[in-house]
């Protein structure tokens, strides 16, 4: 009676489960033919189990309605199942025809059910201790029918278990194992209708049937089902034995001490054990360890040479070399056909193939524009889930935002995994893998391992990126500097050449392997001795001419500059630049020549010119004294007016003569306060005359400088002539003289400025001033400023006029030389 009961409420827990099941399903998985047939079993099954458990249990007198009603479902159950098992291997629409037989087989067999060809009458089995059918002609057939439909069911499993492999081989084990507890459980209701009496207690391994399926439909990864009747058997094992060695040791003990043994005392002492085998539980772990190593070898070998590739990975610092690496590690441990990595262009956003590894049976998706571009669904999943994803978990998170024709498109059936590459939480790009070679499904060890792997590949990508980046960067920098035509040097913070480019090699003729990391008194003279200078003093020079000694007779003309890098308000380190100035100095020599030869083309012309003018005026006379000879009026004029003009030409042809006859023999030191006072003296009768005030500024801290007198006299009296013929209504001229640094050079400079009131030149006329025989004046030769000009020249100075307030201002800038 007890067993009665049991089995009673076991048809209610499977009843019950069976429609929760099936309202779960509906709402939480992805609905596709397979989930939709499964919905369909479990109503079947609850609706048999739920209308069987009130027949025994609702009435006091069974109501034979509620039997037949249970049996009429019972008839469609193997049908339910066969549509299920289409489904599951994808043959719906291929065994279309054989569906529709087996659920015509079952309306017949139906619609029999209410008639006692089906179930002739009921009867109470007093050794079971409730009521149950007696089965008819039709319900044998019925019975034979069941078994040879769930057996052609098992057919198709068990071959398609066979042909298929990795996820689907694991799939369809869990469905198999499910089906095969559930079908066991529920055909040992039909032993007591054929006078066995036994209690059909077999209802509860439907239930457990109904879990390992409920868990094959719902759950996306699959744990392997071996794994998990191993790891079962292991906690068993592993259990019983620590029992059975506690509980042995405790017998002995027992023995020895000739202790009598009751049940009580057994009691104690069994629950002692259970208590021990709880505290010794990190031996069962290390037991459990040891079984799982003999059981899932393969599993922790593919996980040893993934972790032990890990370490690998960093040290490559190539990124062509790395991704192959990873890739090839990945395919060897794990098994599978073949592997492809793709990986973010971060310029497109979209995925590129960088490397590959066997050959999967159809490259058509991976081809294809629609899966691999930014912003697709399945990048998009990727970055969401940051998770390996099988492809069977795949399919199911697109489709419930994506067109119906996702699958399509995505031929999501290629590859076994994905697993996404992530740095900082950023996608750098995903590696595809196909199918293990052993048909095996990925292992905890190994998913756990890859995506810790995908971490330490993103993050060795990342660096080997970065590193290639700044080697570039390292090669165009070392191109630019090898391709600067001046010599380029740089010292670090430890006061040693970092830098020596190919210009400074063919500019000192030393070599860069011999001067990297050395000081730079290894450099030529008189670079051994600049450079240390301005490391020592911290600070920069610029010098415009240094004469490198590269051998006994041969020396180069450089311009040298230095300047410090700063860091911050330390200086950690010096670039040196080096110009070499052959060229400019042979440049500048050729256009002192063609300046030269253009002023004697223009000083020629303008001498002709000038001696022109006067030789017309004396043939003229000539031309007429024959005629008038004999007038002594004419004679005079003739004489007064032709000795004149060849007095104007000699003193032009004196002038000219005397314009270059400076040299370095009339030198020496004078003091430039007593040079202009000795110019204001000779011409101060003009200077009265004119009613003109001169304000003279000397420079205090001057003394002497080396020039020569005679000449910088005659180039101060002309710029005071052209002031005065400037001013006929008088005015105010200001002469001062001060000393400074030139800002290019650094040298020390006498700068002397001659300003005056006499209206300014004209802007046009400006840059024109200093030319010969140019002047803005009706009278005069044009030759005295043009005088001052080569006179300043040959001190190695500099002349300039600009126009300030109400006239004209002349600087003059000579070099204080001691010497």
Not at 426 to 433: H, Q, R, V
Not at 526 to 544: A, F, M, N, R, Y
Not at 553 to 579: A, Q
């Amino acid at each position: 009676m007890h067993s009665a009961i049991i089995y009673h409420y076991g048809l209610l827990a499977v009843g019950a489960f069976s429609f929760f099941l099936a309202i779960f399903v509906n709402f939480k998985a992805y609905h596709e033919p397979k989930c939709d047939a499964f919905i369909i079993v479990n109503i079947t099954t609850g609706l048999w189990a739920l209308s069987l458990f009130i027949f025994h249990r609702a009435f006091g007198q069974p109501s034979i309605f509620w039997l037949r009603f249970s049996q009429l479902i019972a008839i469609f159950i193997p049908a339910a199942f066969i549509q299920f098992v289409f489904a599951l291997l994808g043959s719906s629409q291929k065994l279309k025809r054989r569906l529709v037989l087996f659920y015509a087989i079952a309306l017949i067999l139906g619609s029999f059910n209410f008639t006692k060809f089906f179930i002739s009458s009921i009867k109470y089995n007093p050794t079971l201790g409730y009521y149950h059918l007696v089965p008819g002609p039709i319900y044998q057939i019925f019975t034979l029918t069941y078994i040879v439909m769930v057996i052609y069911g098992y057919f198709l499993m068990i071959r398609a278990l066979r042909q298929s492999s990795g996820f689907k081989k694991n799939e369809i084990r869990y469905y198999l194992i499910g089906f095969i507890l559930g079908f066991t459980g529920g055909g040992t209701t039909f032993i007591p209708l054929y006078n066995i009496s036994i209690t059909p207690l077999g209802v509860f391994l439907l239930l457990a049937g109904e879990i390992i399926l409920a868990y094959a439909i719902l759950k996306h990864r699959l744990m392997d089902i071996r794994t998990v009747v191993s790891k079962g058997l292991i906690y068993s094992a592993t259990t019983i034995l620590v029992l059975g060695l506690v509980l042995l040791l405790g017998l002995m003990v027992l023995a020895y001490y000739k202790v009598t043994l009751t049940t009580r005392f057994f009691l104690y002492i069994l629950g002692f054990c259970f208590f021990l085998v709880f505290v010794l539980k990190p031996v069962r772990a290390k037991l459990e360890q040891l079984v799982e190593k003999l059981i899932f070898g393969r599993s922790r070998i593919a996980y040893e040479e993934l972790r032990k590739g890990s370490r690998e990975l960093v040290t490559i610092l190539d990124n062509k070399v790395l991704v192959r690496f990873f890739l090839k590690m990945v395919v060897r441990a794990t098994g599978v056909n073949w592997g492809k990595l793709w990986l973010i262009d971060e310029k497109t956003g979209d995925c590129r193939l960088v490397a590959r590894m066997g050959k999967e049976r159809d490259e058509s998706w991976l081809n294809g524009n629609y899966l691999l571009r930014k912003n697709l669904p399945l990048i998009r999943l990727l970055e969401e889930k940051k998770k390996p994803l099988l492809r069977e978990e795949i399919f199911p998170l697109l489709k419930k935002s994506e067109d119906e024709n996702i699958e399509d498109k995505l031929g999501i059936k290629n590859f076994s995994l994905v697993i996404p590459v992530f740095f900082k939480d950023s996608l750098k790009g995903c590696l595809f893998l196909g199918e293990k070679k052993s048909g095996d499904v990925f292992s905890p060890y190994e998913l756990h391992t890859l995506t810790l792997l995908s971490d330490e590949a993103a993050i060795a990508i990342a660096n080997a990126q970065l590193f290639q980046q700044i080697q570039r960067m390292k090669e165009y920098n070392e191109s630019i500097i090898n391709n600067v035509d001046s010599g380029l040097i740089v010292i670090n913070e430890e006061g040693k050449i970092a830098t020596f480019n190919q210009k400074a090699e063919e500019m000192t003729g030393l070599s860069l392997h011999k001067v990297l990391n050395e000081t730079a008194e290894i450099l030529i003279s008189p670079l051994d001795e600049i450079i240390p200078g301005c490391w020592q003093t911290k600070k920069s020079v610029s010098l415009p001419e240094v004469v490198l000694k590269l051998g006994k007779n041969h020396t180069l003309v450089v311009n040298l500059n230095t300047s410090f890098i700063d860091e911050g308000k330390e200086r950690v380190g010096m670039v040196i630049i080096l110009t070499d100035l052959s060229e400019v100095k042979k440049l500048d020599e050729k256009i002192r020549q063609a300046e030269k030869m253009a002023s004697i083309g223009s000083m020629v012309s303008q001498l002709a010119h000038e001696i022109k003018n006067p030789l017309s005026s004396i043939k003229v006379f000539t031309e007429l004294l024959p005629e008038k000879f004999q007038d002594e009026e004419f004679r005079k004029k003739f004489f007064s007016i032709v000795y004149g003009e060849i007095e104007r030409i000699d003193s032009l042809i004196n002038r000219m003569l005397n314009l270059h006859r400076i040299t370095a023999a009339q030198y020496e030191m004078a003091s430039i306060d007593e040079i202009i006072e000795d110019v204001l003296s000779s011409l101060s009768l003009q200077i009265r005359n004119q009613g003109i005030k001169v304000k003279v500024s000397h420079c205090q801290d001057l003394s002497q400088i080396w020039v020569d007198q005679q000449s910088l006299k005659e180039a101060f009296s002309n710029i005071l002539i052209n002031s005065i013929q400037a001013m006929p209504q008088g005015g105010n001229i200001t002469i001062s003289t001060r000393k400074r640094k030139d800002k290019n050079t650094t040298r020390a400079i006498l700068e002397i400025n001659f300003t005056d009131e006499g209206g300014g030149i004209p802007r046009n006329c400006l840059n024109k001033v200093f030319e010969p025989f140019f002047t803005t004046k009706s009278q005069g030769s044009g030759l005295g400023l043009y005088i001052c000009y080569q006179i300043v020249q040959a001190h190695q100075g500099k002349i300039r006029v600009r126009n300030a307030g109400l006239g004209a201002e002349f600087t003059v800038l000579l070099a204080i030389v001691e010497k």
